[in-house]
């Protein structure tokens, strides 16, 4: 887990060029490491910024770290910051967690969480600072993955008009996951350039939402949005990546 963000650079535009100009139909990439810089908005004004990374561990094991750190506005003044990490391999096509972990900070508090997926033993438990019956095991299946994990095999899986599924085993909850790819692209403005992006909604339970933009070729979602009772909440941006 990174021990803090990663100063926002000028924005660099050259690989996104590329990955626009690429046509939908292409083969879904090969996992490789990157490194993303985001800004945060929260109802619309910039909070503070954001960094998602993906590293090889070793010749089996990657790592995919998200890392947000107000610097402006009321997340600013309280010093809030979240971290969060998941310890993973490839079992063919599967993404499958090892370990995963949440840092979350603030003026005076600091709560983590601990999570390991025993494969053998088929479950996962957390412990830390986390509510008593999400310290219970959680029996494990096939695919199953934290919400980190989700974000990267969207990327993967999105095709227009597609409806992917997952099971998100995260922070001692587990539930279904169901993303809706929409059958045409649409503009997205990433700083001062506009791409051609599949809009891919998952609709929580509630009145809560999650929208993430996808550009083909780009290992990492350009926008991604969380919205309730029909407002926007969280709006991460991407402003910069590059392979790590």
Same mark, same amino acid.
């Given at each position: 887990?990174?021990?803090?963000?990663?100063?926002?650079?000028?924005?660099?535009?050259?690989?996104?060029?590329?990955?626009?100009?690429?046509?939908?139909?292409?083969?879904?990439?090969?996992?490789?490491?990157?490194?993303?810089?985001?800004?945060?908005?929260?109802?619309?004004?910039?909070?503070?910024? =954001?960094?998602? $990374?993906?590293?090889?561990?070793?010749? !089996?094991?990657?790592?995919?770290? #998200?890392?947000?750190?107000?610097? /402006? +506005?009321?997340?600013?003044?309280?010093?809030?910051?979240?971290?969060?990490?998941?310890?993973?391999?490839?079992?063919?096509?599967?993404?499958?967690?090892?370990?995963?972990?949440?840092?979350?900070?603030?003026?005076?508090?600091?709560?983590?969480?601990?999570?390991?997926?025993?494969?053998?033993?088929?479950? =996962?438990?957390? $412990?830390?600072?986390?509510?008593?019956? !999400?310290?219970?095991?959680?029996? #494990?299946?096939?695919?199953?993955? /934290? +919400?980190?994990?989700?974000?990267?095999?969207?990327?993967?899986?999105?095709?227009?008009?597609?409806?992917?599924?997952?099971?998100?085993?995260?922070?001692?909850?587990?539930?279904?996951?169901?993303?809706?790819?929409?059958?045409?692209?649409?503009?997205?403005?990433?700083?001062?350039?506009?791409?051609?992006?599949?809009?891919?909604?998952?609709?929580?339970?509630?009145?809560?939402?999650?929208?993430?933009?996808?550009?083909?070729?780009?290992?990492?979602?350009?926008?991604?949005?969380?919205?309730?009772?029909?407002?926007?909440?969280?709006?991460?941006?991407?402003?910069?990546?590059?392979?790590?």
């Amino acid at each position: 887990m990174p021990h803090s963000l990663m100063t926002r650079a000028r924005p660099r535009f050259s690989a996104l060029i590329v990955a626009a100009a690429m046509a939908c139909s292409l083969p879904a990439q090969a996992l490789e490491p990157f490194i993303a810089h985001y800004q945060v908005f929260n109802g619309g004004k910039e909070m503070g910024d =954001a960094t998602m $990374q993906v590293v090889r561990n070793d010749a !089996r094991r990657w790592r995919v770290d #998200l890392g947000i750190h107000g610097t /402006s +506005g009321l997340m600013g003044l309280a010093g809030v910051n979240a971290e969060q990490s998941t310890v993973f391999d490839q079992v063919g096509d599967l993404y499958r967690p090892l370990t995963q972990g949440t840092v979350k900070k603030a003026l005076f508090t600091r709560r983590q969480t601990i999570g390991i997926y025993d494969w053998r033993s088929q479950t =996962a438990r957390w $412990q830390g600072d986390i509510k008593e019956e !999400r310290q219970k095991p959680i029996g #494990l299946q096939s695919g199953d993955m /934290s +919400g980190l994990l989700i974000n990267l095999a969207v990327i993967r899986d999105a095709q227009p008009g597609k409806t992917l599924q997952y099971r998100f085993v995260d922070n001692g909850r587990v539930r279904p996951h169901e993303y809706v790819v929409s059958s045409d692209t649409e503009g997205v403005k990433v700083g001062d350039m506009s791409f051609s992006a599949m809009r891919v909604n998952r609709v929580q339970s509630g009145n809560e939402e999650t929208v993430i933009w996808v550009v083909d070729g780009v290992p990492t979602p350009v926008r991604i949005l969380q919205r309730e009772n029909g407002q926007d909440t969280y709006d991460l941006r991407l402003v910069e990546y590059k392979g790590a």
